[in-house]
């Protein structure tokens, strides 16, 4: 820690923020919908720290839409659904590449890692789960692997899948399955600060 904080008060690495805004395309496995047809908002702040010229580590602090919807057609109106609001903490390394000389930035690079999420509600219009809002679990842990392209130094399009490690939910009244898991794509803006 303490080299850390001294690298830093040098000036040698610096901490980078933005805000982020986007829409997540989210199902719930087990609950008898398919397809990624829940949308939902992903909005939020992030850190990023330089490791070298071609690694960061960087840290959100989102507030994302999560759940499952039945999907629109001439049978079904889409309004068989589930929400979830979380607050997340992903941590994740990214690699970096393309480089632009003249405006000192990175074009394109991936990134993996992992994120902490706390449940803050829920709401269903989906048979099988309505009644049991309460037995959600609090807490989920995920994996993250993802892309993103620069436009310019200030503004990112990021793009990334997202995979719980824990169930949401474990319930005897779920489709072929005693257990609901969370999966989800995000497509977001960030604006470098």
């Keep these: 820690m303490f080299c850390f904080v001294s690298q830093l008060s040098l000036g040698q690495r610096a901490f980078d923020a933005s805000v982020i805004g986007g829409f997540t395309a989210a199902q719930l496995g087990g609950d008898s919908l398919s397809g990624f047809n829940k949308l939902g908002f992903v909005g939020g702040l992030k850190l990023s720290y330089d490791i070298n010229d071609q690694f960061d580590v960087n840290m959100d602090l989102l507030y994302v839409q999560k759940g499952s919807r039945a999907s629109l057609g001439f049978s079904n109106s889409g309004r068989n659904a589930t929400t979830l609001n979380y607050v997340e903490l992903p941590v994740y390394i990214q690699i970096n590449d393309w480089y632009v000389d003249k405006e000192d930035y990175h074009k394109v690079g991936a990134f993996v890692g992992l994120s902490y999420s706390y449940l803050i509600a829920v709401g269903t ?37 997202t995979d719980s490690f824990v169930n949401v939910l474990d319930s005897d009244m779920l489709f072929r399955t005693n257990a609901l898991d969370s999966f989800y794509w995000t497509f977001r803006l960030e604006y470098n600060l």
């Design 125 to 161: 219009s989906n048979d099988i789960l309505t009644g049991q809002e309460n037995d959600f679990k609090s807490h989920d842990i995920s994996g993250r692997i993802g892309v993103y392209y620069s436009f310019t130094k200030r503004l990112t399009f990021r793009s990334y899948y």
